[in-house]
C-alpha cells in the first residue's frame, strides 16, 4: 500500500466518523509484510510469505470508549467499522478519563527501516537458515537432530490519525534468526536454543546463533535432579528477561490502577536491592522495541522504574496517566489492529553491572546456574508468587561442574527483587527485553 | 464465501511449477470481546479479520502465503509466488473434482453471537461480576472477560476436498483478586464451548463469578507450599492440564517424526500403567476443542492414543500422515488464515476408571490434594514438564489439612503415566488454549482422580509435616 494511499484512508474513516457525529475518533492502520524461512537438514522445510493489513478504529462518544477494527479496506467496511465502533461504545461506562492526544511538537528521528533486508535474495537468507544449522552441527558429532533453524524478517508502515490533528506515521523492519536443536548421547535427548534479532541485517551472525544453541544443547547431556536445597542462584541473561516479561505487568500503571500490582503505592520506596536499576526507553538508538511514538502517536520516551532499588515510578498510556495526575510515558502498545492500546514496555532492561558472569559464580561453594525454565507464564504478576521447573548447571566451588534437570523453584518477585545481590557486565537484549547475568542471595529449589 | 471455480483456478495457478499438493484456506472471522474491571463494563471491542492462506507442498518442502487483499488478481499472484517457492519438477495435474466428506460431529449452535445485542451479552459478565464481589469484602479487583467468535472457512485442496464450515465458540473468564495486609492472592475460573449465547444460559455466570472469588479468598489462608517429592491425589474438577503436558504434546506426530519427542518409535509399547487410556476427542458436543471438520478439510474423529498402557496412535495431520502413508486423523489445525496447519489437540482425556475418588483422598497417607490445575508447559525431547497447582490442600491420613500456595509440580511425561496407581470413575473438563510454534488454539482437557505414586513439588515451606488445622472442601 502507498503511503498516500494510506493516508487518504485514514482521513477517509475520520471524515465517516464526524459525519456520524463522533467527535473525538482516533484510526490506527498498519501494513507489514513478513518473511520465514526454516530449515532442518539443510532442506528448507516451510518457507511462508505474507502481507497483512489492517485498521483499528477508537471512538470517544459521550466519554464512553468503543472500539472496532477490520481488515477489509473497502467502503462497505470502513462503513461498517464506524458504525460497529459507536454501538461498542454505548454500553461502556461513562469515564472523563478518556481522551485522545494533541498533536506533540516534535517526534525522534529514528533510523529503524533497513533497506538491504530486502535487497537481499531469498536465496541468501536461505543459506543463512542453512549456516545456523552448519554451525550448531559443527560445534560437536553429538548436535544430532535439528527442530528448525530459522531466518525471519518483516517491514511495516504505521500511521496514526486522530480527530484532534495528530498525523502520524513511520515505517520500520527488523530481522533475525534462531535455533532449536537436539544433543543425543546414550538414551539422552536434551535441546538447546539460540536467537538473534536485530534491526540491520548486517548485525546478524549466522554461526554465533548456531554455535550457541549446540553448546546450550551439549552442555545439559547427562543433566539429572538434585536434592531438594536452599541455594544461590545465578541467572543466565535470557532467564533475567524472562522474569522482566512477568515483571512488566507489576510496573504498569493499568495494574496500580486496578490493585493488581504489589508495587502499588511504593513509589520511592526501596523495592529492590540497590544493585538494581530498571528502565524503560523507547528511544534506545538500534533496538527492537524502539519506535517515534506509541500506539496513541505519543512519543516515546525514557522511563525509569527502579533506581538503585527505589521505586521510580509506573509506564502509562494517557488514560492511566490522566488518573495519576501525570503525563504518559509514551507506553501505549498495541499488539495489533485488532485491540486498543494498552499499557505496555518499548524496550525494557536491567542496568549492567561492574562484574563479570566468572567472577559471579567464582564465590559461590555450592548454587545453580539456571539455563531454562518451563512455566514461566503461570507466574503470577498479581501475588508476585512463581514456582518453575528449572535445569541449568550445578555450581560447586566456583565451578559449574554438571547439568541439573527436573527441580522447582520457587520464590515471590517482591523477594526476588530485594535478595539479587550481584549483577553481571553483561547486558544482552532477546527482542525488546535486556538483561546482564545476576545471582539471587537464596533461593528454595526442589529435586528429589 | 468463495466462488468454487475462482478457487479451482487459484489452485491450478499454486501448482503451476509443478506440486504434490496446494490447498487454499479462507477465513472470515467475526469477534467480539468485552471486558469488565473495577465494577463496570470498560472496554468493548469487535471486528473483522478475513484473508486467505495457500500452502504448497513439493517433496518434503512446504511454502505458505496468505494475503487480505481478496481479489482475484492478488490471490492469483499469491497463488504463483507460493507455487514458485516450492516449487519441483514439472508433475501432472489432474482437473479438480471437488467432493466434501462426512463429518462426524452433528449439532446445532442455538443462539448464535450475532444474533445477540452487546446489552445482553453486557449483562451477563456484569453478573459475574457482581456475584465474585459479593463473596467476601476481601476481594479487591475483578476482572470478567467475555468473548465469542464467529469463523467462517473454506477449504478446498488439490485432493480434490472442499469444505465449508461455520465455527462458533463463546468463552467467559473471571479473575479475582483478594487481599489482606501485605498478601495478594488470585482465583481464576473459565467456561467455553463450541456454542453461542446458550453458552451463558447452560453456564451460569454468577456461580462461575463466585467460584473464582472463592478461591481468591481461600488462598489468603493457604501456606506456603512444601517443597522435595511426595505422593499426589489430582481430582477429577482439577482439569486435564497434566494429561496435555504429560503426553498429548509428546503423541503429536510432527515431533515424533522429527525423533523430538520421547515417545517417538514406541507404537506397541508400554509406555503407561495399564490403568491409563489416553483419548483425544474432536467429536464430544459443546465441548472447546470439538470441531466438525479440522483445519485442513479432514473429519475430526475420536483417536486413542494410549489404551490400557499400550501406545496405539500418534495425532496427524496431513503432511505427517503423508509421511507414513496414511490417512490423517484429524488434528489438523492453524490459529488463522496466517498460519500452516501443524497437529494439535482437540479435547484430550484420560478415561474413567472404577475407583471412588473419595475413597482415594481417605486413603491418602500424606500428600498433595490437587483441586484445580493451572497452565503448563513441557520439554517433549526429554518429557519434562511442569503444571501449577491453582488450588491444592495438604493431605494427612485422608484429613484434608491447609491450602497451599505458589506450588509447582515438575515430573517427567513417562515416567509419570507408569506412577499411575489409581483412577477414579469420575471425569471433570476444563478449557485452555494451547500454544504451539506461536500458534494459539482452544482445546479442553480432562481426568478422573487419580493416584500418582510421587511428584516434585516446588514450594518455598521447605520438607512439610502437616500439624494444622484441618479444613473439609
Same mark, same amino acid.
Given at each position: 500500500?502507498?503511503?498516500?494511499?494510506?493516508?487518504?484512508?485514514?482521513?477517509?474513516?475520520?471524515?465517516?466518523?464526524?459525519?456520524?457525529?463522533?467527535?473525538?475518533?482516533?484510526?490506527?492502520?498498519?501494513?507489514?509484510?513478513?518473511?520465514?524461512?526454516?530449515?532442518?537438514?539443510?532442506?528448507?522445510?516451510?518457507?511462508?510469505?505474507?502481507?497483512?493489513?489492517?485498521?483499528?478504529?477508537?471512538?470517544?462518544?459521550?466519554?464512553?470508549?468503543?472500539?472496532?477494527?477490520?481488515?477489509?479496506?473497502?467502503?462497505?467496511?470502513?462503513?461498517?467499522?464506524?458504525?460497529?465502533?459507536?454501538?461498542?461504545?454505548?454500553?461502556?461506562?461513562?469515564?472523563?478519563?478518556?481522551?485522545?492526544?494533541?498533536?506533540?511538537?516534535?517526534?525522534?528521528?529514528?533510523?529503524?527501516?533497513?533497506?538491504?533486508?530486502?535487497?537481499?535474495?531469498?536465496?541468501?537468507?536461505?543459506?543463512?537458515?542453512?549456516?545456523?544449522?552448519?554451525?550448531?552441527?559443527?560445534?560437536?558429532?553429538?548436535?544430532?537432530?535439528?527442530?528448525?533453524?530459522?531466518?525471519?524478517?518483516?517491514?511495516?508502515?504505521?500511521?496514526?490519525?486522530?480527530?484532534?490533528?495528530?498525523?502520524?506515521?513511520?515505517?520500520?523492519?527488523?530481522?533475525?534468526?534462531?535455533?532449536?536443536?537436539?544433543?543425543?548421547?546414550?538414551?539422552?535427548?536434551?535441546?538447546?536454543?539460540?536467537?538473534?534479532?536485530?534491526?540491520?541485517?548486517?548485525?546478524?551472525?549466522?554461526?554465533?546463533?548456531?554455535?550457541?544453541?549446540?553448546?546450550?544443547?551439549?552442555?545439559?547431556?547427562?543433566?539429572?535432579?538434585?536434592?531438594?536445597?536452599?541455594?544461590?542462584?545465578?541467572?543466565?541473561?535470557?532467564?533475567?528477561?524472562?522474569?522482566?516479561?512477568?515483571?512488566?505487568?507489576?510496573?504498569?500503571?493499568?495494574?496500580?490502577?486496578?490493585?493488581?500490582?504489589?508495587?502499588?503505592?511504593?513509589?520511592?520506596?526501596?523495592?529492590?536491592?540497590?544493585?538494581?536499576?530498571?528502565?524503560?526507553?523507547?528511544?534506545?538508538?538500534?533496538?527492537?522495541?524502539?519506535?517515534?511514538?506509541?500506539?496513541?502517536?505519543?512519543?516515546?520516551?525514557?522511563?525509569?522504574?527502579?533506581?538503585?532499588?527505589?521505586?521510580?515510578?509506573?509506564?502509562?498510556?494517557?488514560?492511566?496517566?490522566?488518573?495519576?495526575?501525570?503525563?504518559?510515558?509514551?507506553?501505549?502498545?498495541?499488539?495489533?489492529?485488532?485491540?486498543?492500546?494498552?499499557?505496555?514496555?518499548?524496550?525494557?532492561?536491567?542496568?549492567?553491572?561492574?562484574?563479570?558472569?566468572?567472577?559471579?559464580?567464582?564465590?559461590?561453594?555450592?548454587?545453580?546456574?539456571?539455563?531454562?525454565?518451563?512455566?514461566?507464564?503461570?507466574?503470577?504478576?498479581?501475588?508476585?508468587?512463581?514456582?518453575?521447573?528449572?535445569?541449568?548447571?550445578?555450581?560447586?566451588?566456583?565451578?559449574?561442574?554438571?547439568?541439573?534437570?527436573?527441580?522447582?523453584?520457587?520464590?515471590?518477585?517482591?523477594?526476588?527483587?530485594?535478595?539479587?545481590?550481584?549483577?553481571?557486565?553483561?547486558?544482552?537484549?532477546?527482542?525488546?527485553?535486556?538483561?546482564?547475568?545476576?545471582?539471587?542471595?537464596?533461593?528454595?529449589?526442589?529435586?528429589? | 464465501?468463495?466462488?468454487?471455480?475462482?478457487?479451482?483456478?487459484?489452485?491450478?495457478?499454486?501448482?503451476?511449477?509443478?506440486?504434490?499438493?496446494?490447498?487454499?484456506?479462507?477465513?472470515?472471522?467475526?469477534?467480539?470481546?468485552?471486558?469488565?474491571?473495577?465494577?463496570?463494563?470498560?472496554?468493548?471491542?469487535?471486528?473483522?479479520?478475513?484473508?486467505?492462506?495457500?500452502?504448497?507442498?513439493?517433496?518434503?518442502?512446504? *511454502?505458505?502465503?496468505?494475503?487480505?487483499?481478496? *481479489?482475484?488478481?492478488?490471490?492469483?499472484?499469491?497463488?504463483?509466488?507460493?507455487?514458485?517457492?516450492?516449487?519441483?519438477?514439472?508433475?501432472?495435474?489432474?482437473?479438480?473434482?471437488?467432493?466434501?466428506?462426512?463429518?462426524?460431529?452433528?449439532?446445532?449452535?442455538?443462539?448464535?453471537?450475532?444474533?445477540?445485542?452487546?446489552?445482553?451479552?453486557?449483562?451477563?459478565?456484569?453478573?459475574?461480576?457482581?456475584?465474585?464481589?459479593?463473596?467476601?469484602?476481601?476481594?479487591?479487583?475483578?476482572?470478567?472477560?467475555?468473548?465469542?467468535?464467529?469463523?467462517?472457512?473454506?477449504?478446498?485442496?488439490?485432493?480434490?476436498?472442499?469444505?465449508?464450515?461455520?465455527?462458533?465458540?463463546?468463552?467467559?473468564?473471571?479473575?479475582?483478586?483478594?487481599?489482606?495486609?501485605?498478601?495478594?492472592?488470585?482465583?481464576?475460573?473459565?467456561?467455553?464451548?463450541?456454542?453461542?449465547?446458550?453458552?451463558?444460559?447452560?453456564?451460569?455466570?454468577?456461580?462461575?463469578?463466585?467460584?473464582?472469588?472463592?478461591?481468591?479468598?481461600?488462598?489468603?489462608?493457604?501456606?506456603?507450599?512444601?517443597?522435595?517429592?511426595?505422593?499426589?491425589?489430582?481430582?477429577?474438577?482439577?482439569?486435564?492440564?497434566?494429561?496435555?503436558?504429560?503426553?498429548?504434546?509428546?503423541?503429536?506426530?510432527?515431533?515424533?517424526?522429527?525423533?523430538?519427542?520421547?515417545?517417538?518409535?514406541?507404537?506397541?509399547?508400554?509406555?503407561?500403567?495399564?490403568?491409563?487410556?489416553?483419548?483425544?476427542?474432536?467429536?464430544?458436543?459443546?465441548?472447546?476443542?470439538?470441531?466438525?471438520?479440522?483445519?485442513?478439510?479432514?473429519?475430526?474423529?475420536?483417536?486413542?492414543?494410549?489404551?490400557?498402557?499400550?501406545?496405539?496412535?500418534?495425532?496427524?495431520?496431513?503432511?505427517?500422515?503423508?509421511?507414513?502413508?496414511?490417512? *490423517?486423523?484429524?488434528?489438523?489445525?492453524?490459529?488463522?488464515?496466517?498460519?500452516?496447519?501443524?497437529?494439535?489437540?482437540?479435547?484430550?482425556?484420560?478415561?474413567?476408571?472404577?475407583?471412588?475418588?473419595?475413597?482415594?483422598?481417605?486413603?491418602?497417607?500424606?500428600?498433595?490434594?490437587?483441586?484445580?490445575?493451572?497452565?503448563?508447559?513441557?520439554?517433549?525431547?526429554?518429557?519434562?514438564?511442569?503444571?501449577?497447582?491453582?488450588?491444592?490442600?495438604?493431605?494427612?491420613?485422608?484429613?484434608?489439612?491447609?491450602?497451599?500456595?505458589?506450588?509447582?509440580?515438575?515430573?517427567?511425561?513417562?515416567?509419570?503415566?507408569?506412577?499411575?496407581?489409581?483412577?477414579?470413575?469420575?471425569?471433570?473438563?476444563?478449557?485452555?488454549?494451547?500454544?504451539?510454534?506461536?500458534?494459539?488454539?482452544?482445546?479442553?482437557?480432562?481426568?478422573?482422580?487419580?493416584?500418582?505414586?510421587?511428584?516434585?513439588?516446588?514450594?518455598?515451606?521447605?520438607?512439610?509435616?502437616?500439624?494444622?488445622?484441618?479444613?473439609?472442601?
Amino acid at each position: 500500500m502507498t503511503e498516500t494511499k494510506y493516508l487518504s484512508l485514514a482521513q477517509q474513516v475520520l471524515e465517516k466518523s464526524k459525519d456520524k457525529g463522533i467527535s473525538l475518533a482516533e484510526v490506527f492502520l498498519v501494513n507489514s509484510e513478513e518473511l520465514t524461512i526454516q530449515v532442518a537438514r539443510q532442506k528448507v522445510e516451510n518457507l511462508k510469505l505474507a502481507q497483512e493489513s489492517g485498521l483499528g478504529l477508537r471512538v470517544i462518544v459521550d466519554n464512553r470508549l468503543g472500539y472496532a477494527f477490520t481488515s477489509d479496506l473497502s467502503v462497505e467496511a470502513l462503513n461498517k467499522v464506524v458504525e460497529m465502533a459507536l454501538h461498542n461504545s454505548r454500553e461502556s461506562v461513562s469515564d472523563t478519563n478518556w481522551e485522545l492526544p494533541a498533536p506533540p511538537s516534535a517526534y525522534h528521528e529514528m533510523a529503524l527501516y533497513d533497506e538491504r533486508i530486502f535487497e537481499t535474495p531469498v536465496e541468501e537468507k536461505i543459506r543463512f537458515a542453512q549456516e545456523i544449522e552448519q554451525a550448531a552441527r559443527a560445534f560437536d558429532p553429538r548436535v544430532k537432530i535439528t527442530e528448525r533453524t530459522a531466518y525471519q524478517d518483516s517491514r511495516y508502515q504505521i500511521c496514526i490519525f486522530n480527530s484532534l490533528g495528530l498525523q502520524a506515521a513511520y515505517r520500520g523492519s527488523y530481522c533475525g534468526g534462531y535455533a532449536v536443536v537436539v544433543g543425543q548421547e546414550n538414551d539422552d535427548n536434551q535441546t538447546g536454543f539460540a536467537m538473534e534479532y536485530a534491526l540491520r541485517y548486517q548485525e546478524l551472525d549466522p554461526i554465533k546463533i548456531g554455535r550457541e544453541a549446540g553448546q546450550k544443547a551439549i552442555r545439559m547431556l547427562g543433566a539429572k535432579t538434585i536434592p531438594s536445597a536452599r541455594m544461590p542462584v545465578v541467572m543466565d541473561p535470557y532467564i533475567v528477561t524472562n522474569f522482566l516479561g512477568v515483571l512488566q505487568n507489576v510496573f504498569s500503571g493499568e495494574a496500580v490502577l486496578k490493585g493488581k500490582s504489589f508495587l502499588k503505592g511504593k513509589e520511592g520506596q526501596q523495592v529492590a536491592n540497590p544493585l538494581v536499576t530498571i528502565i524503560d526507553d523507547g528511544t534506545m538508538p538500534g533496538r527492537l522495541g524502539s519506535s517515534p511514538f506509541d500506539g496513541e502517536g505519543i512519543p516515546t520516551s525514557a522511563t525509569p522504574l527502579i533506581e538503585e532499588g527505589k521505586l521510580m515510578g509506573f509506564l502509562h498510556n494517557s488514560y492511566t496517566a490522566k488518573k495519576f495526575g501525570l503525563k504518559s510515558t509514551g507506553n501505549a502498545v498495541r499488539g495489533s489492529y485488532k485491540g486498543t492500546p494498552e499499557v505496555g514496555i518499548t524496550n525494557l532492561y536491567l542496568k549492567p553491572g561492574p562484574v563479570s558472569p566468572e567472577d559471579i559464580i567464582k564465590d559461590i561453594q555450592k548454587g545453580l546456574y539456571i539455563t531454562d525454565v518451563m512455566g514461566m507464564h503461570t507466574a503470577n504478576p498479581i501475588s508476585g508468587d512463581f514456582s518453575l521447573g528449572a535445569s541449568g548447571l550445578l555450581i560447586e566451588n566456583g565451578e559449574m561442574t554438571r547439568p541439573v534437570r527436573g527441580v522447582a523453584m520457587a520464590g515471590n518477585l517482591k523477594d526476588l527483587l530485594l535478595d539479587i545481590d550481584m549483577v553481571g557486565n553483561d547486558l544482552t537484549f532477546y527482542v525488546a527485553k535486556g538483561a546482564p547475568t545476576i545471582r539471587i542471595k537464596s533461593m528454595s529449589i526442589s529435586g528429589t | 464465501m468463495m466462488d468454487k471455480k475462482d478457487i479451482a483456478r487459484i489452485l491450478e495457478r499454486a501448482m503451476g511449477h509443478g506440486a504434490d499438493f496446494a490447498e487454499l484456506f479462507w477465513e472470515h472471522k467475526v469477534t467480539t470481546g468485552i471486558s469488565c474491571e473495577d465494577n463496570r463494563i470498560e472496554r468493548i471491542n469487535s471486528g473483522i479479520d478475513e484473508g486467505v492462506g495457500i500452502r504448497v507442498i513439493a517433496g518434503d518442502k512446504t *511454502s505458505y502465503a496468505y494475503t487480505n487483499d481478496l *481479489s482475484l488478481q492478488r490471490l492469483l499472484e499469491v497463488a504463483e509466488v507460493a507455487g514458485k517457492a516450492a516449487q519441483k519438477t514439472k508433475s501432472s495435474f489432474q482437473a479438480l473434482n471437488f467432493t466434501t466428506p462426512v463429518s462426524k460431529l452433528e449439532f446445532t449452535v442455538e443462539k448464535l453471537p450475532d444474533t445477540v445485542d452487546i446489552k445482553s451479552k453486557a449483562a451477563k459478565v456484569m453478573e459475574a461480576n457482581n456475584a465474585a464481589r459479593a463473596v467476601d469484602p476481601r476481594i479487591r479487583q475483578v476482572s470478567v472477560s467475555y468473548g465469542d467468535v464467529i469463523q467462517k472457512v473454506t477449504i478446498a485442496n488439490t485432493n480434490d476436498i472442499f469444505v465449508e464450515d461455520t465455527r462458533v465458540r463463546t468463552r467467559l473468564s473471571v479473575n479475582a483478586v483478594a487481599a489482606e495486609g501485605e498478601v495478594i492472592q488470585t482465583g481464576f475460573q473459565s467456561v467455553g464451548g463450541i456454542m453461542g449465547f446458550e453458552l451463558l444460559e447452560e453456564n451460569d455466570p454468577a456461580s462461575l463469578g463466585e467460584k473464582a472469588a472463592q478461591r481468591a479468598v481461600l488462598m489468603l489462608s493457604a501456606q506456603p507450599a512444601p517443597t522435595g517429592k511426595m505422593p499426589v491425589v489430582m481430582a477429577g474438577q482439577a482439569g486435564g492440564t497434566m494429561v496435555h503436558e504429560a503426553c498429548g504434546h509428546g503423541l503429536e506426530a510432527d515431533l515424533v517424526q522429527k525423533k523430538l519427542s520421547v515417545y517417538a518409535g514406541k507404537k506397541g509399547e508400554q509406555v503407561a500403567s495399564p490403568l491409563v487410556t489416553v483419548i483425544d476427542d474432536g467429536t464430544l458436543p459443546k465441548k472447546f476443542g470439538s470441531l466438525r471438520y479440522d483445519d485442513e478439510g479432514h473429519p475430526t474423529e475420536k483417536t486413542v492414543l494410549i489404551n490400557k498402557g499400550i501406545l496405539e496412535e500418534y495425532m496427524y495431520d496431513y503432511q505427517t500422515a503423508r509421511e507414513e502413508g496414511r490417512e *490423517s486423523t484429524g488434528n489438523g489445525r492453524r490459529e488463522s488464515y496466517k498460519d500452516r496447519p501443524i497437529p494439535r489437540m482437540r479435547n484430550t482425556y484420560i478415561a474413567s476408571g472404577k475407583e471412588d475418588p473419595e475413597q482415594m483422598i481417605k486413603e491418602l497417607k500424606y500428600g498433595l490434594l490437587v483441586t484445580a490445575m493451572g497452565g503448563g508447559q513441557v520439554n517433549t525431547t526429554n518429557g519434562d514438564y511442569v503444571f501449577d497447582v491453582a488450588e491444592g490442600y495438604l493431605v494427612k491420613d485422608g484429613e484434608i489439612l491447609h491450602p497451599v500456595r505458589g506450588a509447582t509440580l515438575t515430573g517427567n511425561g513417562p515416567e509419570t503415566l507408569q506412577l499411575v496407581e489409581r483412577v477414579g470413575k469420575d471425569l471433570g473438563f476444563t478449557i485452555g488454549v494451547c500454544g504451539k510454534e506461536g500458534q494459539g488454539a482452544p482445546v479442553s482437557d480432562a481426568q478422573p482422580t487419580m493416584s500418582i505414586k510421587e511428584l516434585i513439588i516446588g514450594g518455598t515451606g521447605g520438607p512439610g509435616n502437616g500439624q494444622v488445622k484441618i479444613r473439609r472442601v
